[in-house]
């Protein structure tokens, strides 16, 4: 009822003059007639705005001051500048993070990189090197690292002394698939164990049977360990050698892959000449 009321209350009584609101007539005019101006200016706005735009983002302001490279010690930061095709003065909204991971990325030495800007000045490339773990034999000699990645050529001057893989295949090399590379990884697991072992190997032969064969540094003989169960033969090879100390000469080689024994082969007896 009280709604209803109210609504009566304000109803015009009989012979009372409605007055022109008049302020309301002329902003609406104003309005309408504004339209015109609005469209013919919209597109001089918009120019001016994208000029504006284009003025701020190539101000000096953010010009890079900055070029910060973490990385190890095989490839230098001067050197990932100038592959990334950077230099100081550059305007930092032109720098391309992607296109400059992608270039980077391709050094060899590279596993994995990151570039980041931070406004207004500074670019900072993070780099994760590669570790050799291994050499991988085929006429000339090429890194391996943990995974099982055949990623460099051995350049002059650069570390040998790793153990060296040898039995692989040119096409091993060329393909470096997943059973590849799973090999060499089983191989380089063989020698973290043998270096944890305090016998270090000097090479690792990929036989033609499919197994292993090691050649440890300090006994120049070859072992033959077949392929998986790593621990259980090292742990019986381990216990036999010491039983040819002194005696090395005598064998021709030694063979742990099997379960419950080791062979051992003895070199053939020379003969006196008379």
């Known amino acids: 009822m009280g709604i209803f009321s109210r609504l009566r209350g304000n109803k015009r009584k009989d012979g009372e003059s409605v007055r022109p609101n008049f302020a309301a007539w002329a902003a609406a005019l104003l309005a309408v007639s504004s339209i015109p101006a609005l469209i013919f200016t919209w597109p001089h706005v918009r120019r001016l705005g994208g000029d504006l735009r284009e003025e701020l983002l190539n101000h000096p302001y953010f010009s890079v001051q900055e070029i910060r490279v973490r990385a190890g010690d095989k490839v230098g930061g001067s050197e990932i500048v100038a592959i990334a095709g950077m230099n100081h003065g550059m305007n930092i909204w032109k720098v391309d993070p992607a296109a400059i991971e992608r270039k980077v990325g391709k050094h060899p ?16 490339i993070e780099v994760e090197e590669r570790e ?143």
Do not use: C
């Open 132 to 274: 050799a773990k291994g050499i991988v034999v085929l006429g000339r000699l090429y890194y391996v690292d943990a995974d099982g990645l055949v990623f460099k050529e051995v350049g002059e001057g650069e570390k040998t002394d790793f153990p060296m893989l040898t039995g692989l295949k040119q096409g091993d090399l060329a393909s470096q698939n997943h059973a590849i590379r799973q090999k060499i990884r089983e191989a380089l697991k063989v020698a973290e164990m043998m270096r944890q072992g305090s016998l270090a190997l000097s090479e690792i032969h990929f036989s033609a049977h499919g197994g292993l064969v090691l050649y440890p540094m300090v006994y120049p003989i070859p072992v033959h360990v077949g392929w998986g169960d790593w621990q259980g033969k090292l742990e019986r090879l381990e216990r036999v050698l010491p039983m040819w100390n002194g005696k090395e000469a005598r064998l021709a080689s030694l063979d742990v892959s099997f379960r419950d024994q080791v062979v051992a082969r003895m070199r053939k007896a020379q003969g006196l000449k008379g």
């Open 109 to 124: 030495w590279v596993k994995r990189v990151l570039v980041r800007r931070e406004l207004p000045r500074r670019v900072v």
